[in-house]
């Protein structure tokens, strides 16, 4: 059981990841054609201002899964270098509870949040709903919690690996 949850952690984290260098991409290029119009062509184009900022939010939340799963993310250093054994166990499920409940708070209302958005277009975009956009937050959000138990079941505690 905990092989195959370990297993589907990593193909979503994966493709998060993937996600994420998409969206990052998209923005770079994005950067570059408005770079281009704007100031080669003097034909600015409005819309790429828009899809550079939600594809680089979508960035951000599909990228967040891979630094939890790293344990990366909330952090009690201190306190888990000092601790005996088995009371670093419970600092574990006390982050491991903190940050899904986090989360889970993120994912209902980001759902909300883009429910209610969905009436929305975005600017220069007139014929896109916010929906797409806010939908990052809930999205990203679920892909988090997989991270998250996966950390719990499999620390891996990278950042102290690599602490001075």
Request: glycine share 6%; with cysteine.
């Amino acid at each position: 059981m905990k092989n195959a949850f370990l297993t589907l952690e990593r193909w979503t984290t994966s493709i998060a990841m993937l996600g994420a260098c998409a969206m990052l991409a998209l923005a770079s290029a994005l950067g570059m054609f408005q770079i281009l119009m704007r100031f080669v062509l003097e034909q600015p184009a409005e819309w790429t201002e828009v899809l550079i900022r939600f594809s680089l939010i979508w960035m951000v939340f599909l990228a967040i899964p891979a630094a939890f799963r790293q344990g990366a993310m909330v952090s009690v250093d201190v306190l888990y270098r000092w601790s005996p054994p088995r009371m670093k166990r419970v600092l574990d499920w006390v982050v491991t509870l903190a940050a899904l409940a986090l989360i889970l708070i993120i994912v209902w209302f980001g759902w909300d949040y883009a429910r209610r958005g969905g009436v929305q277009s975005m600017a220069g975009l007139e014929s896109v709903s916010m929906f797409w956009a806010y939908l990052a937050m809930p999205v990203g959000g679920l892909f988090c919690i997989v991270g998250i138990v996966g950390n719990l079941i499999d620390p891996l505690r990278m950042e102290l690996e690599t602490a001075q």
